[in-house]
């Protein structure tokens, strides 16, 4: 079953606005991931926040995590017409670590030039 | 440095036909993947493989087998192929920093 949840599903910005998703999740975690997909393509990873973080930053990314809510905002800063893609998070349970990474299902963003 | 390579990129199958979804990592990592992605589903985890020799089923195993050839090599096979198996397939590695790598993907039809 899907661990994550993203909302929204769909977000339309202009170019040089900020484009904030969010990722809630069911279980407790080792870590939290952001990855892109466009269209097409393979997933890329853009960013990784441990549990006992709060808030990492990576170029124009931002990620927050709240342990006690289960879960987490990507922020992206000054988006860009290339930033059009699809972000997924996906979570890596406590229990039995074997790397099994557990998806939502995606927020697709449209950025407009 | 390829990274992770999928063969084929496409594929069209009838019902019922068998075939086998190729993938191979030169990053030396242990710990190898198969996903299927489905519009609005994201991505569901079919079978990993944590290390060299052993396999484990993932949350939508059933109609596929996998063999960890070496730590290169990870293959995904259909036995007898269905309609509901049409779906993006993605295969990835990961090293020691839980970060997953993913292949391009095969896109498999089956008629």
């Known amino acids: 079953s899907q661990q994550g949840e993203e909302d929204p599903q769909a977000l339309s910005i202009q170019e040089g606005e900020n484009a904030t998703m969010n990722c809630s999740y069911k279980?407790?975690?080792?870590?939290l991931q952001w990855y892109r997909q466009n269209s097409g393509r393979g997933l890329v990873h853009l960013i990784l926040?441990?549990?006992?973080?709060r808030e990492k930053h990576s170029g124009r990314l931002r990620v927050t995590l709240d342990t006690s809510k289960k879960s987490s905002s990507l922020l992206i800063t000054a988006s860009r017409a290339a930033d059009t893609a699809s972000y997924f998070c996906?979570?890596?349970?406590?229990?039995?670590?074997?790397?099994?990474?557990?998806f939502g299902q995606g927020t697709t963003l449209q950025v407009k030039p | 440095n390829a990274g992770v390579t999928q063969t084929p990129k496409f594929q069209v199958l009838k019902t019922g036909q068998s075939m086998t979804l190729q993938c191979a990592q030169d990053?030396?990592?242990?710990?190898m993947y198969w996903y299927r992605q489905d519009p609005g589903m994201g991505l569901r985890l079919i079978y990993y493989?944590?290390?060299?020799?052993?396999?484990d089923k993932g949350e939508v195993p059933n109609g596929y087998n996998v063999s960890r050839l070496n730590k290169r090599e990870f293959s995904l096979r259909l036995e007898s192929a269905a309609p509901s198996q049409t779906s993006v397939y993605f295969c990835?590695?990961?090293?020691?920093?839980?970060?997953?790598?993913f292949g391009p993907g095969t896109r498999l039809t089956v008629l």
């Open positions: 926040i441990r549990s006992n973080e």
């Open positions: 990053m030396n990592h242990n710990s």
């Open positions: 990835a590695s990961m090293g020691l920093t839980d970060t997953q790598y």
């Open positions: 996906a979570t890596v349970p406590n229990s039995g670590n074997t790397g099994k990474l557990i």
């Open positions: 279980t407790s975690i080792n870590n």
């Open positions: 493989s944590a290390s060299e020799g052993t396999t």
